[in-house]
């Protein structure tokens, strides 16, 4: 039904930036919540920010300040820029509906280490 290809991530030294992209494709690709989540080594996959149609934003108190989620509906695509990273955020990065609703891709690698 929906398909989510997440990219841009890498390795990074702490302060620097990354923008991670997700593409979706499929039949359905303007529902109105999508959101970026992440799961680090030893723990549960968590949400760290989310955004409506409209462009409403929300974000977990640990990423707020740093992060920035967007979206352009007519590229169909999701971004994640991410500033000022820190090793806590080393993680493997996901894009889906604001509630997990779609299958989970692959995911793109965030690593932060100097």
């Known amino acids: 039904q929906v398909q989510l290809v997440e990219s841009g991530g890498g390795l990074v030294q702490p302060g620097g930036s990354l923008r991670l992209s997700c593409a979706v494709s499929g039949i359905i690709v303007s529902i109105r919540n999508m959101g970026w989540y992440r799961q680090a080594p030893g723990k549960e996959r968590e949400l760290v920010a989310r955004?409506?149609?409209?462009?409403?934003?929300n974000y977990a108190d640990s990423v707020k300040g740093r992060f920035t989620i967007s979206r352009d509906n007519a590229k169909n695509t999701v971004y994640l820029q991410m500033n000022s990273l820190k090793p806590e955020d080393t993680a493997v990065y996901y894009c889906n509906s604001g509630i997990g609703f779609y299958g989970w891709g692959q995911g793109t690698q965030v690593t932060v280490s100097s």
């Open positions: 955004i409506t149609n409209d462009g409403i934003t």
